[in-house]
């Protein structure tokens, strides 16, 4: 964990859908005893209150009214200092940010500069005095541009299907790997071409590519690099 007398270890991890960086993120913040923060929950969470207000996704003076009213924060866990909760309207909010109606509502309100304006503050508050592993699509190139360790991760669109398939699949949820395919291919088309903040890999980030390796094996390639360049 951090001492005082030096600054916080911030390590980017940015990727694709289905790339395994959250998975990646949490497994490494784990090991290293840093906090970990998966960002796409914030957005999730816009998502989530557009959905609960009848407010539809593509409808941006809507949302962003709804989030200049209560705007999702990230706030530590009492049992788990080093792990976190979104918090929207005093609510804490869990499973229900990955609802598959929110999965859906939330590619295109991810893409509307004014939510993307809002939800910057609270990743960088949460970054700000602790070490810590933050997951997402521009941590990287926008959020965190100077932190110590920057990782994009990628996968083949086939392994990311087959990945995101067995989740679903897992979890009770019906869909063909066609329909699959189809909905990442457009969703990274989504990801990579918004006018603001894209995926993006930053120039100085190490591409980790995690089609053939495991969670445990991508994160000790991670935690390898990280300890290299912390040698004294
Ligand atoms: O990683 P995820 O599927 O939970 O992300 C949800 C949405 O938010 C997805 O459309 C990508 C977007 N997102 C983003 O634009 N920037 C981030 N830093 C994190 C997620």
New binding site residues.
């Given amino acids: 964990m951090r001492t005082p007398d030096r600054a916080p270890v911030q390590i980017a991890i940015d990727g694709p859908?289905a790339s395994g960086k959250?998975t990646v993120a949490k497994r490494l913040a784990q090991r290293l005893g840093f906090a970990f923060l998966?960002?796409?929950?914030l957005?999730?969470a816009v998502a989530f209150m557009a959905l609960q207000s009848g407010v539809k996704p593509n409808d941006e003076r809507g949302v962003d009214a709804l989030a200049e009213r209560a705007l999702p924060e990230v706030v530590s866990d009492e049992r788990d200092p080093r792990s976190y909760r979104i918090r929207l309207d005093g609510r804490l909010l869990g499973p229900e940010l990955f609802a598959p109606a929110v999965?859906q509502a939330?590619?295109p309100i991810?893409?509307m500069p004014a939510v993307?304006k809002r939800l910057i503050g609270a990743?960088r508050a949460f970054a700000l005095h602790r070490d810590v592993v933050m997951?997402?699509?521009?941590?990287g190139t926008v959020?965190l541009p100077q932190a110590r360790f920057k990782f994009f991760l990628t996968a083949s669109v086939d392994a990311r299907v087959d990945r995101r398939w067995r989740e679903l699949h897992d979890a009770g949820i019906r869909i063909t790997r066609e329909e699959l395919h189809a909905e990442i291919v457009a969703?990274d088309l989504?990801?990579t071409t918004r006018a603001v903040?894209p995926?993006a890999k930053a120039p100085d980030a190490i591409v980790v590519d995690t089609s053939d390796l495991t969670i445990e094996e991508v994160a000790d390639s991670l935690e390898r690099t990280v300890a290299a360049k912390n040698q004294p």
């Avoid at 997951?135 to 941590?139: E, F, K, L, P, V």
């Fill in positions: 859908v959250s998966d960002t796409g929950a957005y999730r999965s939330v590619s991810a893409a993307r990743q997951a997402g699509r521009d941590i959020v969703r989504r990801d903040s995926l």
